[in-house]
């Protein structure tokens, strides 16, 4: 079971743009839906379902381009995107989402899809940071969420048949096994993306050095490690 409790501390220019747009995003869900967690998820989970879909078809099309191996990550990031959907798809019977929080999904996931992809083109490294963070958050609202059920404030209810076909849950699960499985879902999201940015990260530098190391090379200066 992955560590709830884990956080990236941003080491870069690009790591502290991931945080802060996190964290910004994060403020505006408190803000609209404060302790309405199963519309929030909804909601939310419209959203993390995208930047997976829209990774993975830009990994493909650059793939295809290049003529070169993806590495596995297409395969990975359209999983995640299926089992955030999933997600969605789980608590729309849950919380039973109103006409104007339809309509806030559609606008959501319109602006999304386009500000990931941009994101995407532009930093890969920044956009998979950025995920990584969405996850951070993710466990936080789940724990929360678990914590208000678990103390009766939130009424705990039978789970929905399409969660307990999904995660292989017992037929006697309620909501509270659902939000731990959920949970656990997004803690490993959060973990393979934090990954790949490092991995963009160090192909990064690695990409520095060579250059540095040709320059001073060409100059007769001694190369570095």
């Not at 909804?42 to 381009?65: Q, Y």
């Not at 596995?72 to 789980?90: P, Q, V």
């Not at 990260?201 to 490690?225: F, P, Q, R, Y």
Request: aromatic fraction near 10%; include cysteine.
């Amino acid at each position: 079971m992955s560590d709830l409790n884990k956080h990236f501390e941003p080491k870069n220019f690009s790591d502290k743009v991931a945080l802060s747009f996190t964290k910004f995003l994060r403020f505006l869900a408190d803000t609209f839906f404060k302790k309405r967690y199963g519309h929030r998820a909804v909601v939310l989970e419209t959203v993390a379902a995208v930047p997976g879909m829209v990774a993975g078809m830009l990994i493909h099309l650059k793939s295809l381009r290049k003529i070169e191996d993806d590495k596995g990550w297409i395969k990975t990031l359209l999983e995640e995107a299926e089992n955030e959907r999933m997600h969605l798809m789980t608590f729309v019977h849950i919380a039973k989402p109103t006409a104007i929080e339809r309509f806030i999904i559609m606008i959501a996931q319109f602006i999304f899809i386009i500000t990931y992809a941009i994101i995407y083109i532009v930093s890969q490294r920044t956009a998979h940071r950025i995920v990584g963070y969405f996850e951070e958050e993710a466990v936080i609202s789940y724990t929360e969420y678990l914590n208000e059920l678990e103390a009766g404030t939130i009424p705990d209810q039978p789970a929905p048949e399409i969660a307990i076909n999904y995660w292989n849950l017992p037929l006697h699960a309620t909501l509270k096994d659902v939000v731990r499985v959920i949970r656990d879902d997004e803690a490993g999201h959060r973990d393979v993306n934090h990954t790949f940015a490092d991995l963009i990260n160090i192909k990064k530098n690695k990409e520095t050095i060579n250059k540095c190391n040709k320059e001073k090379k060409e100059s007769g200066e001694e190369i570095l490690d």
